[in-house]
T-cell receptor, first 116, second 115 residues
Framework: DAGITQSPRHKVTETGTPVTLRCHQT?????MYWYRQDPGHGLRLIHY???????DKGEVSDGYSVSRSKTEDFLLTLESATSSQTSVYFC???????????????FGPGTRLTVL | AQKVTQAQTEISVVEKEDVTLDCVYE???????LFWYKQPPSGELVFLIR??????QNEISGRYSWNFQKSTSSFNFTITASQVVDSAVYFC????????????FGTGTRLTIIP
């Protein structure tokens, strides 16, 4: 199993409060990703990182920011949480192949976030 | 734009029956990768297979097999002699273009194996 941990695993917060989710990897993989999973939508990409301090937006990035100051950590921040951000959040990692393509993505255990 | 369609929202079969999960994809790129992931009731996402667009050979791994057909843009997944442990949500996913950064998932098929 890929060495990926997410913290916290469960969180309940109130509307308007800031929330930070952490993803930590021990694989030294270059790429890291944040997804959210909602019923009827599958998983959707929020942001991803292709190196330290290098990030880009995904499909549903509004209301989220990310930071990556070390290879092993990728943080997802909800600046002011809303009820629509209640979801299960998954972190994923992947290595880079020859030619610059990213390899298969492996997922962390997920964080269940409830915004009341 | 790329899209993955899993038209089967839920499937139930009796244990030991064979079951096929359908996946249809759309992409304008000639180079792409297709994936299947399994999400058991415990919630984690487990990688099952990756297939690139240049390799149309079917793949078999134990009771699992995958049928990739570019002519119909499909990448179907068959479980033979299903078992209760196969009960899970199965996701088909696609990535195309230069990198694998933008992995697009289908909405998943919930498979229930009835003992």
């Amino acid at each position: 199993d890929a060495g990926i941990t997410q913290s916290p695993r469960h969180k309940v917060t109130e509307t308007g409060t800031p929330v930070t989710l952490r993803c930590h990897q021990t694989e030294n993989h270059r790429y890291m990703y944040w997804y959210r999973q909602d019923p009827g939508h599958g998983l959707r990409l929020i942001h991803y990182s292709y190196g330290v301090k290098d990030t880009d937006k995904g499909e549903v990035s509004d209301g989220y920011s990310v930071s990556r100051s070390k290879t092993e950590d990728f943080l997802l921040t909800l600046e002011s949480a809303t009820s629509s951000q209640t979801s299960v959040y998954f972190c994923a990692i992947s290595e880079i192949l020859a030619g610059g393509r990213a390899d298969t993505q492996y997922f962390g255990p997920g964080t269940r976030l409830t915004v009341l | 734009a790329q899209k993955v369609t899993q038209a089967q929202t839920e499937i139930s079969v009796v244990e030991k029956e064979d079951v096929t999960l359908d996946c249809v994809y759309e992409t304008r790129d000639t180079t792409y990768y297709l994936f299947w992931y399994k999400q058991p009731p415990s919630g984690e996402l487990v990688f099952l297979i990756r297939r690139n667009s240049f390799d149309e050979q079917n793949e078999i791994s134990g009771r699992y097999s995958w049928n990739f057909q570019k002519s119909t843009s499909s990448f179907n997944f068959t479980i033979t002699a299903s078992q209760v442990v196969d009960s899970a949500v199965y996701f088909c996913a696609l990535t195309s273009g230069f990198g694998n950064e933008k992995l697009t998932f289908g909405t998943g098929t919930r498979l229930t194996i009835i003992p």
